[in-house]
């Protein structure tokens, strides 16, 4: 199982991103994926997750600018962030664990495979 993310960079406040998460080793419709983030000097939060039937969920305080998607035919993940913030500035991993049904954990604990991370400036 492997998870390589891509897409971040230096953005300038009030841009856009859309981060990619690319899976390999397996199959996402059997995973629960998500989306966290660890910014300088902090831990690492939660950001959205989707389930393995598609169902996705967010962290209120990321409702509105952020949008989790995947892609099964290209077995890729994506976050797709608007409206960036300095306060945006982390690294995002996304992470995936092999559990079925509707509901996907927001807690990084409960995931097996975590990516390398790609890090997101936002900076004028």
């Given at each position: ?113 975590w990516g390398q991370g790609t890090q997101v400036t936002v900076s004028s």
């Amino acid at each position: 199982v492997q998870l390589v993310e891509s897409g971040g960079g230096l953005v300038q406040p009030g841009g856009s991103l859309r981060l990619s998460c690319a899976a390999s080793g397996f199959t996402l419709p059997f995973y629960h994926m998500s989306w966290f983030r660890q910014a300088p000097g902090k831990g690492r939060e939660a950001v959205a997750c989707v389930s393995s039937d598609g169902t996705t969920y967010y962290v209120d305080s990321m409702k509105g600018r952020f949008t989790i998607s995947r892609d099964n035919a290209k077995n890729t993940l994506y976050l797709q962030v608007n409206s960036l913030k300095p306060e945006d500035t982390a690294v995002y991993y996304c992470a995936a664990v092999p559990r079925g049904g509707s509901f996907c954990p927001l807690r990084d604990w409960e995931y097996s495979y975590w990516g390398q991370g790609t890090q997101v400036t936002v900076s004028s």
